[in-house]
């Protein structure tokens, strides 16, 4: 795994320093090397809030962060609840960076209750209680940092997907349709499906319904690539073009469809929408993506991450082409390999080189 990068603000030296030498000695022992985390810190509520501008800037994203909650000792400008706004604004910079409050006060009773908001809704992973537990300060930190790392080690395909979701979203806004009244709509749909599948793969694991999970998110892809594909082209005009290209589009999937199934079904065809779009090899992730999807919807497949990232990288390719593209954490994903569909995405990261 790479190494993990970590944002620790906390107004209090003493409080600041038990948790980055906890940290330290942690990996020192974990992984016999210090150094493994990238450790910065804020000593500030300002200091924090820069470093998270800075991060979102540069786009190098912390992959975990540790805020106090009560920065009223910072001398500047830090108030009672302003962790709180420093969690709200790490969570807009990069919604996959692991959150932790660590804090004494969080209990407080004019705490609590925005403390169980953002938990509630997704912002917050854990709190974790300034007065340790009974074994002792360095117990208590390493059952701690063992479920982070094993968190992020679990999750760390969620960053190329979710910057994948950027490059999208980037590329839609500078697109002139997507900036008219007609394409406004179908851009927030889009915007909202791609946040809904960042929220259901950070919760499936408290949800323990993989196949369920996956099956929203597959649907939520296709549906979002057929509302970029289709624009606002009348049925008319797409089943004319689509018509022209048939036998081309078709050519790029002679080996993994039958001879009597290469041709368009129906004039509303999902496959006729993509291929008035692109009648290029493109084609041939649509209608593996589409070909999962109905799957899904009229059989009983049941999909695995590995057809999570594939739908992730078609969708981020049609839009963007090959520019970009983040597979980085995709590939070291435990047993990736054995899941069916692994062949189709290998051959997608391929094309995306």
């Excluded at 909650?69 to 400008?77: A, L, P, V």
């Excluded at 059952?143 to 080690?153: A, F, G, W, Y």
């Excluded at 549906?223 to 018509?243: A, G, H, P, W």
Aim: hydrophobic share 35%; net charge negative.
């Amino acid at each position: 795994m790479k190494k993990i990068k970590i944002l620790v603000a906390e107004d209090t030296k003493e409080a600041r320093d038990l948790i980055i030498e906890g940290l330290q000695s942690y990996v020192g022992k974990k992984f016999g090397d210090e150094n493994y985390f990238e450790i910065d810190r804020a000593e500030s509520f300002q200091k924090g809030w820069q470093k998270l501008a800075e991060s979102e800037k540069l786009k190098s994203f912390y992959d975990v962060f540790f805020a106090d909650i009560d920065f009223t000792e910072d001398n500047k400008g830090g108030e009672r609840d302003s962790g709180y706004k420093l969690i709200e604004k790490a969570f807009e910079v990069c919604p996959v960076t692991k959150i932790y409050t660590y804090s004494g006060q969080f209990h407080a009773k004019d705490l609590w209750q925005k403390y169980e908001e953002l938990q509630q809704n997704g912002l917050i992973i854990q709190g974790m209680d300034k007065s340790h537990g009974k074994g002792g300060e360095e117990a208590w930190l390493n059952e701690n940092l063992d479920k982070i790392v094993e968190k992020l080690s679990e999750e760390e395909y969620l960053l190329s997907l979710w910057q994948n979701h950027q490059l999208v979203l980037d590329a839609l806004g500078k697109d002139n349709f997507f900036n008219s009244i007609s394409g406004i709509q179908k851009f927030h749909e889009i915007q909202s499906n791609l946040e809904s599948i960042i929220v259901l793969l950070k919760s499936k694991k408290n949800i323990n319904a993989d196949v369920i999970v996956f099956r929203i998110i597959l649907q939520l892809y296709h549906r979002s690539l057929e509302l970029f594909v289709t624009r606002d082209k009348e049925e008319n005009k797409i089943v004319e073009e689509s018509s022209e290209v048939e036998e081309t589009v078709f050519s790029f999937i002679s080996d993994i469809t039958d001879e009597d199934k290469r041709k368009f079904d129906s004039n509303k065809s999902f496959l006729r929408k993509i291929a008035a779009f692109s009648p290029t090899k493109f084609f041939r992730f649509g209608y593996i993506l589409n070909r999962n999807r109905n799957g899904v919807v009229h059989r009983n497949f049941k999909p695995k991450l590995v057809h999570i990232l594939f739908a992730n990288l078609t969708l981020a390719t049609y839009v963007n082409g090959k520019n970009g593209i983040c597979s980085e954490n995709f590939q070291g994903i435990p047993d990736l390999k054995k899941e069916k569909g692994f062949i189709d995405f290998q051959e997608l990261i391929e094309y995306c080189k």
